[in-house]
C-alpha cells in the first residue's frame, strides 16, 4: 500500500460533517434561487464555460505550446538561458540554472519544473536547501504565456496592463522563493551547504548542450509544431475539471439575479462575493485597487485553477466591471499562484520534500498577494 492511502472507517465523523456543509451551502444557494433554477443555472453556467472559455484557452494552449516547444528547439530558450543567469543568484538567490525551468514553467505548467529536478545534470549547480524552493519557483510562472497571451487578447490597450503584471509576478516569484529559502535552510541546518548531487561532476554540459530532434530542417520544424500543439491539448484537457466545476461554483457565488428575477440561465447567482468584497474593501481598495467588488472573485478562483479564474475576465468586462488596473492585477496573482494549493503538495511530494508543504504554501500566498499589490501601485505610477 503506498504511503499516502490510509484507512478510516466507512461512517465517521467527518461523514457527517461533510453531509452538513453541503446540506448547508447548497440549502442556502437554493434557498434563494430555488431549486430548479439553481440546478438549471448550474448546468448552463458549466456548459457556456466549456464551449466558449475552454475551448478558447484550449485553441491558445496549442498556439502558445507549439510556439515554445519551436523557441526550445532552435535554441532561444538556450540564448534566453545565457542572458538571465546572471540574474537568478542575486535576485532569487538560485543557481543561474534555475532560469531554465522558470522559461519552461512560464512556456507550459507548474509541473513542467519537476523533471528538471530529477536530472543529475540540472541539480548538479544546486545546494540541499535550493532544490525545494524550484516548487515556488515553477509555480510562480506556470501558464505564464498563457495568461499573458490570454490577457492581451481582451481588449486593445490591455496588453500594456498585462506586461505589469508580469513584472509584479516576478517580483513576487522573488519573494515567494526568498521565504521559502529561509524555510528550506532551517530545514537542512547543518546540511543545507551541502551539494545536492555529491556524486556529479559540476562542468558545463547543461549550460552550454541542448537535445534536438533528429531530421531535416523542415521535418524538425513540423515534429516540433505538432509535439508542441499536443501538449497544448493536454493541457487544455487538464484544465476542463478545474473550470467546470470551481469556476461554475464561483460564478454562481459572484453574480446576481437578473432583473426580472431568477430564469435558470447561465451566471445567475446569489452574489456572495460581492457581499463580501464590498465588506473587505477597506483592505482590497488600498491593496489591489480592484474596480468592483466582484473582481475579487479572480484570486480567489486562482488559488485552484488559473484556467478558471480566466474564464471570469470575459464576463466581467462585458459588464463593465473591470478595467486595465484590474488585469494588470489579475494577470500578476493569476500567474503567480497559478493554482498553487492544487499542485504544490503534488510537486512537493515529487521533489521528496512534502513535510514542507506548508511552507511552500505560506511562502506563495505572501509572494501572490505581494504581486498584485505591486502591479497595482506600478499601473498607477505609469498611467
Not at 49 to 77: C, D, K, P, R, W
Request: hydrophobic share 50%; with cysteine; glycine share 10%.
Amino acid at each position: 500500500m503506498k504511503n499516502d492511502i490510509r484507512t478510516k472507517k466507512a461512517i465517521s465523523t467527518e461523514t457527517f460533517v461533510f453531509l452538513g456543509v453541503i446540506i448547508v451551502i447548497f440549502g442556502l444557494i437554493a434557498n434563494k434561487m430555488g431549486v430548479a433554477f439553481m440546478f438549471k443555472t448550474m448546468m448552463a453556467t458549466a456548459h457556456d464555460l466549456l464551449l466558449n472559455t475552454v475551448f478558447f484557452i484550449m485553441a491558445m494552449a496549442v498556439v502558445t505550446g507549439a510556439l515554445s516547444a519551436l523557441l526550445s528547439e532552435f535554441g532561444v530558450i538556450a540564448l534566453l538561458n545565457k542572458i538571465f543567469a546572471p540574474l537568478m543568484k542575486p535576485f532569487w538567490g538560485l543557481p543561474g540554472a534555475s532560469i531554465t525551468g522558470a522559461l519552461a514553467t512560464y512556456l507550459s505548467d507548474n509541473p513542467a519544473i519537476i523533471p528538471f529536478a530529477k536530472d543529475k545534470k540540472f541539480v548538479v549547480y544546486f545546494k540541499k536547501y535550493q532544490v525545494p524552493a524550484l516548487c515556488n519557483l515553477g509555480t510562480a510562472f506556470g501558464m505564464g504565456l498563457v495568461v499573458t497571451m490570454f490577457m492581451m487578447t481582451q481588449g486593445a490597450d490591455f496588453w500594456k496592463a498585462a506586461l505589469i503584471g508580469n513584472v509584479g509576478a516576478i517580483i513576487g516569484s522573488i519573494i515567494s522563493v526568498r521565504l521559502m529559502l529561509r524555510q528550506t535552510k532551517k530545514f537542512y541546518g547543518a546540511e543545507s551547504d551541502e551539494w545536492y548531487d555529491k556524486e556529479s561532476t559540476k562542468d558545463d554540459y547543461f549550460m552550454n548542450q541542448r537535445e534536438v530532434r533528429e531530421g531535416n530542417l523542415f521535418q524538425r520544424v513540423l515534429d516540433t509544431l505538432l509535439e508542441g500543439g499536443k501538449v497544448g491539448v493536454e493541457l487544455g484537457l487538464a484544465i476542463i475539471p478545474g473550470v467546470l466545476i470551481v469556476c461554475t461554483m464561483v460564478m454562481m457565488i459572484t453574480f446576481g439575479a437578473p432583473d426580472g428575477g431568477y430564469t435558470g440561465a447561465a451566471y445567475e447567482g446569489v452574489a456572495f462575493l460581492p457581499w463580501l468584497g464590498d465588506k473587505l474593501s477597506f483592505i482590497l481598495n488600498p491593496l489591489f485597487g480592484f474596480s468592483s467588488p466582484e473582481a475579487v472573485a479572480f484570486p480567489i478562483t486562482s488559488l485552484g485553477a488559473v484556467g478558471g479564474a480566466m474564464s471570469l475576465v470575459p464576463s466581467f468586462l462585458e459588464r463593465g466591471l473591470i478595467g486595465g488596473n484590474d488585469i494588470a492585477v489579475f494577470t500578476a496573482m493569476g500567474m503567480c499562484w497559478s493554482g498553487y494549493l492544487s499542485t504544490h503538495i503534488g510537486m512537493m511530494d515529487a521533489l521528496g520534500v512534502r513535510q514542507l508543504s506548508s511552507k511552500a504554501i505560506i511562502s506563495h500566498t505572501i509572494g501572490g498577494l505581494c504581486a498584485g499589490i505591486i502591479a497595482h501601485y506600478l499601473y498607477i505610477l505609469l498611467f
